[in-house]
C-alpha cells in the first residue's frame, strides 16, 4: 500500500473515530458528567476521554464500527491495550490527583453509514476491566 493510501486511510479512520467519541461525550455530559479530557495522550498510550462525575474519574474507550458482524467493538480492547490504557491513566493522575475513583469504561459506537448514521447504537460497559 503507498504511503498515500495510508495517509488517506489513517485521516478517514480518525474522523470516523472522532464522530464517536462527539457522540460518547455529548451523552456523557447529558448525564452530569465533565469532559475534562479528549484524546489525552502520554508515552503509554492514548485515552479517548477523560470525565468526572461524583464518584468516579472515567477512562473511556470509544470503539467505532459498522458493524458486529466480525466481532463486538469491545472485543478489540485486548489485554495489551487495557495495560497501556491503565499506564495513561495513572500518568494522567500523577498530574492531577483526585479523590475520585477512577473508573474504566468501554463503549461500542455503531454506525454503519459513518457520521451520515440516522441512528448510531451506542452500547456503554461501564467497569469494562
Known amino acids: 500500500m503507498s504511503e498515500e493510501k495510508r495517509e488517506i486511510g489513517g485521516a478517514q ?3 470516523k473515530g ?4 462527539r457522540l460518547v461525550a455529548d ?3 447529558k ?3 465533565t469532559i475534562l479530557e479528549r484524546n489525552f495522550r502520554s508515552r503509554f498510550g492514548e485515552i479517548d476521554l477523560i ?3 461524583k464518584e468516579y474519574i472515567l477512562f473511556v474507550e470509544v470503539k467505532l464500527r459498522r458493524t458486529a458482524r466480525f466481532a463486538e467493538a469491545r472485543e478489540f480492547v485486548t489485554k495489551d491495550k487495557q ?6 491513566a495513572e500518568w494522567y ?3 492531577h490527583p483526585t479523590a475520585l475513583q477512577p473508573r474504566f469504561d468501554v463503549v461500542e459506537v455503531y454506525a454503519p453509514d459513518g457520521a451520515q448514521t440516522a441512528d448510531p447504537v451506542i452500547r456503554y460497559w ?3 476491566f
Not at 472522532?18 to 467519541?21: A, K, L
Not at 495495560?83 to 495513561?88: G, Q
Open 13 to 15: 479512520a480518525k474522523v
Open 18 to 21: 472522532n464522530y464517536g467519541e
Open 27 to 29: 451523552a456523557l455530559e
Open 31 to 33: 448525564n452530569h458528567w
Open 51 to 53: 470525565a468526572a462525575g
Open 83 to 88: 495495560r497501556k490504557l491503565k499506564a495513561t
Open 93 to 95: 493522575l500523577t498530574g
Open 126 to 128: 461501564q467497569n469494562a
